[in-house]
């Protein structure tokens, strides 16, 4: 059985594919997951910085920190202005109360938040902020539930919830499109851990699965890009 940390190590051996094909987040859930102002940002576990070069096209200071090298090394190459290191959520590369923000997309489920919920603190200014947000895929429309039949659907766990030192949290829902291409489509389904872990040729025939999809769904079918519905979930807490 495949466990949880080779899923969440396997990332690395697909950051360019992950870079073409996983989604931005929509900047109604950035407006609502960031204090007012010029906060100090950390994206953790920034991935290849989807996420981090939104924060830094506002205008903030953002640092990125990932565990995965692979991921990092394409995040400094279409971010190069960023700083970025490597770490975890359970062993965080930053001084004491360095950043207002913390901010974990996607990611939060891969986290021990026994040991990172107090790292997280640490890093934090007083009244800092823990944001952690999802997007998943809007199943409701016919040809995204038959892709999740063929790749999996969208992950349901979330993870722990926010604890104390924090006060309670908040949530809430988005829902928007994001206009994907085929080959972006593809990239997508290939930056899935689940996907990546598998061996060569079952790999190969899921693509072909998804391939068959797009040339004969009639919402796909001689189409240049799709409308991929997302619902985008979001949770904040402060110290």
Not at 144 to 162: K, M, N, P, Y
Request: charged share 25%; net charge negative; proline share 8%.
């Amino acid at each position: 059985m495949i466990t949880v940390n080779e899923h969440a190590s396997s990332f690395g051996a697909a950051a360019d594919a992950y870079e073409r094909g996983r989604p931005p987040y929509p900047e109604e859930a950035l407006d609502w997951l960031l204090p007012s102002g010029r906060p100090r940002v950390l994206d953790l576990g920034a991935g290849t910085g989807k996420l981090t070069r939104q924060i830094r096209d506002r205008g903030l200071d953002v640092v990125a920190v990932d565990p995965s090298r692979g991921m990092l090394t394409e995040l400094q190459r279409v971010l190069p202005d960023v700083p970025a290191q490597l770490g975890t959520a359970e062993s965080i590369p930053l001084p004491d109360n360095s950043v207002d923000v913390v901010l974990v997309a996607q990611a939060w489920h891969w986290v021990d938040s026994a040991r990172a919920l107090p790292e997280i603190c640490r890093v934090l200014t007083p009244g800092g902020r823990l944001g952690l947000i999802w997007n998943l895929r809007d199943e409701s429309a016919d040809w995204v539930q038959r892709l999740g039949e063929i790749i999996g659907s969208a992950e349901t766990d979330r993870g722990d919830r926010i604890t104390a030192p924090f006060g309670p949290p908040s949530s809430a829902v988005f829902n928007w499109t994001h206009s994907v291409k085929p080959d972006e489509l593809l990239d997508l389904v290939a930056s899935r851990s689940r996907i990546i872990l598998l061996p060569a040729d079952e790999r190969a025939a899921v693509l072909a699965q998804v391939r068959q999809l797009m040339a004969t769904h009639p919402a796909l079918l001689g189409r240049g890009s799709y409308e991929l519905p997302y619902v985008t979930e979001c949770t904040r807490a402060s110290l």
